[in-house]
């Protein structure tokens, strides 16, 4: 079974900057594609961006790009989302999640997820 630990989130000043990691067990991890979503109070999940098994493509939704990078290690079955330039509108729960080998936007595109860490952007 394949498990998804995100980690990372908190609290911080718009204009911050935290970097979230998601830890893969259970799968050979160079075969998914992962991705990023989040979900704010009140609203639908949405796509933060992917990146492709290899690493070797990403795409990000137009409301973080430019801010957003995601990459990942697979010799440490972790992918990775760095956010600067934070700004209030991006607080939300983030979720990390997998599919086999090619990317996608769409949530229900996904197999495996995890449980979400906290981004709290303040004013």
């Known amino acids: 079974q394949v498990q998804l630990v995100e980690s990372g989130g908190g609290l911080v000043q718009a204009g911050g900057s935290l970097r979230l990691s998601c830890a893969v067990s259970g799968g050979t991890f160079s075969n998914y594609a992962m991705g990023w979503f989040r979900q704010a109070p009140g609203k639908e999940r949405e796509f933060v961006g992917t990146i492709s098994w290899s690493g070797g493509t990403t795409d990000y939704a137009g409301s973080v790009k430019g801010r957003f990078i995601i990459n990942r290690d697979n010799a440490k079955n972790t992918v990775f989302l760095q956010m600067d330039n934070l700004k209030p509108e991006d607080t939300a729960v983030y979720y990390c999640?997998?599919?086999?080998?090619?990317?996608?936007?769409?949530?229900?595109?996904?197999?495996?997820w995890g449980q979400g860490t906290q981004v709290t952007v303040s004013s």
């Open positions: 999640a997998a599919k086999r080998f090619i990317s996608a936007v769409k949530a229900d595109a996904y197999d495996y």
